[in-house]
């Protein structure tokens, strides 16, 4: 399977950032939201074009709605 190929850094982190609210929906983990919460800071400060403003913007809506998201129950035995 191909990899996506980014091309700079901004690139880098929202993709990291999408990968890190996945993974905070499957597991609830305060350490991922503090992670995201970092990342999404560090993308709004260098938010230097509209583009990136409206990504910036983007996320975190994707954010409050993956934050806001009930956890799936697992089993405990």
């Not at 991922?32 to 990342?39: K, T």
């Not at 999404?40 to 709605?65: F, G, K, M, N, Y």
Request: proline share 5%.
């Amino acid at each position: 399977m191909p990899t996506a190929k980014f091309h700079d850094t901004n690139e880098i982190v929202v993709a990291a950032t999408l990968w890190l609210m996945h993974r905070y929906q499957q597991t609830g983990c305060n350490k991922l939201a503090r992670l995201i919460e970092q990342h999404l800071r560090w993308i709004e400060t260098r938010a230097t074009s509209p583009q990136r403003a409206a990504v910036c913007q983007h996320l975190h809506v994707v954010w409050h709605s993956a934050s806001c998201a009930p956890f799936p129950h697992t089993a405990v035995h």
